[in-house]
């Protein structure tokens, strides 16, 4: 079983309209109500293949509520944690070929709350083989409150999968708890660093060197429609994929994370570890739906996926 954690899920509402006038009404019937925050993502990726998920996080109010009714009706594993604020929506408005959002920073969460979460995580904690961390912190939640959950997790040597980004990401890289897998892309890599790292394979290389990541078996630096570069322990893979049909790129970053997840929890071998989360990632830039992939067209991408160590 895979445990994902999304500690600010939200329920994604997204508004089609054909022009939207600022400072006016804007009326639709377009409208699509899901479960959102890169955990899910992640979740519903490794439902959709089949792998064996469970669902956990903060939920609050009729929010949080509709989260754990959509799940319960997809028939996903979830255990959330209750707290006394509502859990958020993200909005977003497509028109004119845009995509314009408003993301509600969330609720604020109580110090017994994170205790109490704590104590939650430590009972699933007897049911998983696999921990994925996605996604922000909410308000309230101290930067290092990741690190404390991966020590559960160290102690009782259950590798994690973290994939987060400013402050929470670089917070973790500094505790001695190190996550077993990361995922940044390249904007998150040179923001940890504090410069630009091109996609140059010998610059990519270099920063990876960097001993913040020291103790990490595996960094996925995903890099779009141009694939990734792969470290696992010291080697070090150019991954390069075939041209797709993008549909929606947005979250392939999370079906990725559940591609690695998904294949590393069945014992496959490192390279076909790489290639089922690239393909995985692509799987979903093929679809409307963000988190979602047809594992039905796993094989022929897998098979044009070439991998050179470098
Ligand atoms: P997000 O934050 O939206 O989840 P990300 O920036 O973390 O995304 P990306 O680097 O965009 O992640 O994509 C992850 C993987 O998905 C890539 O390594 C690649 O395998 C696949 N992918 C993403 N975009 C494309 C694309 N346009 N064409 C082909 N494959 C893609």
Redesign the pocket.
């Known amino acids: 079983m895979i445990l994902t954690v999304t500690l600010n899920p939200s329920v994604d509402i997204s508004y089609k309209l054909n022009q939207l006038e600022i400072d006016n009404v804007n009326r639709t019937s377009s409208v699509s109500k899901t479960a959102g925050g ?1 955990g899910l ?1 992640v979740t519903r990726v490794l439902f959709q293949a089949n792998s064996p998920v469970i669902a956990t996080g903060f939920k609050g109010g009729y929010l949080g509520a509709f989260i754990e009714d959509e799940l319960n009706a997809s028939q996903i594993k979830n255990s959330f944690y209750p707290i006394k604020e509502e859990t958020r929506n993200c909005i977003a408005v497509l028109h004119e070929g845009n995509q314009t959002e408003i993301l509600e920073s969330g609720p604020y969460i109580s110090t017994d709350e994170l205790q109490g979460f704590i104590k939650h995580f430590e009972k699933l904690m007897d049911e998983v083989q696999l921990v994925v961390f996605s996604g922000s912190l909410p308000a309230g939640v101290p930067v290092n409150y990741y690190s404390d959950l991966i020590k559960i997790c160290n102690h009782k040597s259950i590798p994690v999968i973290a ?1 987060t980004s400013g402050i929470a990401l670089t917070t973790l890289l500094e505790q001695s708890n190190k996550p077993y897998a990361i ?6 890599l040179s923001q940890i660093l504090g410069y630009t790292v091109s996609e140059d394979i010998t610059e990519m290389k270099n920063a990876l060197k960097h001993e913040m990541f020291n103790g990490i078996q595996w960094i ?1 630096v ?7 570069l792969v470290k696992h322990d010291d080697e070090y893979y150019k ?1 390069n ?1 075939p ?2 049909g ?1 549909v929606n ?8 994370v559940a591609g690695f997840a998904s294949a590393y929890s069945k014992d496959k071998s490192v390279i076909e570890i790489i290639k089922t ?6 799987l ?2 093929m679809e409307q739906q ?1 988190g979602c992939i047809n594992i039905d067209k796993f094989e022929g991408l897998y098979k044009q996926i070439k991998i050179i160590e470098v």
């Open positions: 890169k993502n994939d995922k940044p892309n390249l904007d998150e996925f995903s890099l779009g429609a141009n694939g990734s991954v994929i041209k797709i993008v790129p947005v979250g392939s970053g999370d079906a990725t989360a690239n393909t995985f990632g692509m979903n830039a963000t």
